[in-house]
T-cell receptor, first 115, second 110 residues
Framework: DTEVTQTPKHLVMGMTNKKSLKCEQH?????MYWYKQKAKKPPELMFV???????INESVPSRFSPECPNSSLLNLHLHALQPEDSALYLC??????????????FGPGTRLTVL | SQQGEEDPQALSIQEGENATMNCSYK?????LQWYRQNSGRGLVHLIL?????REKHSGRLRVTLDTSKKSSSLLITASRAADTASYFC??????????FGKGTMLLVSP
């Protein structure tokens, strides 16, 4: 299984809502990532989990809260978002930082709209 | 932070023609990777070139890397309509974190 899955595909939420994005991989990868991508822009790294521990937080606002329950799952909890947070949220996984050549496998993304 | 700068930002060609995209970066890298993204979807890894390599081939793809100029190019030969997508270079500076360039939007017309 060489697939990264993400749910939901689309999410519309109000600024007072709490929602979660989910990501799953079964490739035995030990690093997982969250990216945010605005239209016609490149992906921007938000968080990196390495061996289930948060290793990188790219100064992301606290209204985004990542969680890695186990090595196959990655969640992104959303609370009190702003309309400018509307974007495509991409999850990726890779074998891990101890690999010399580490390529990332991306999920299809969750299209988030904040009203 | 964005490191790579792709050139051109957009490219429109006919099927069968070759497409060349360029990428420049600013810092030392372990490797440079190219990814493709179909409209509004996830990214697909295409090819990786190590910092000590100068050229690499994979099917219709040819990647070059010039570390002295901090630049790379991606050549797609005999393009097809299905190659229509956005192409991003990404630099790996270590610890498996990638920094993506701004991307080139490629349109291949039948």
């Amino acid at each position: 299984d060489t697939e990264v899955t993400q749910t939901p595909k689309h999410l519309v939420m109000g600024m007072t809502n709490k929602k979660s994005l989910k990501c799953e991989q079964h490739m035995g990868h030990r690093a997982m990532y969250w990216y945010k991508q605005k239209a016609k822009k490149p992906p921007e790294l938000m968080f990196v989990y390495s061996y289930e521990k948060l290793s990188i937080n790219e100064s992301v606002p606290s209204r985004f809260s990542p969680e890695c329950p186990n090595s196959s799952l990655l969640n992104l909890h959303l609370h009190a978002l702003q309309p400018e947070d509307s974007a495509l949220y991409l999850c990726a996984s890779s074998q891990g930082p101890d690999r010399v050549e580490d390529t990332q496998y991306f999920g299809p993304g969750t299209r988030l709209t904040v009203l | 932070s964005q490191q790579g700068e792709e050139d051109p930002q957009a490219l429109s060609i006919q099927e069968g023609e070759n497409a060349t995209m360029n990428c420049s970066y600013k810092t030392s890298i372990n490797n440079l990777q190219w990814y493709r993204q179909n409209s509004g979807r996830g990214l697909v890894h295409l090819i990786l070139i190590r910092s000590n390599e100068r050229e690499k081939h994979s099917g219709r793809l040819r990647v070059t890397l010039d570390t002295s100029k901090k630049s790379s190019s991606l050549l797609i030969t005999a393009s097809r309509a299905a190659d229509t997508a956005s192409y991003f270079c990404a630099t790996d500076e270590g610890y498996s974190t990638l920094t993506f360039g701004k991307g080139t939007m490629l349109l291949v017309s039948p």
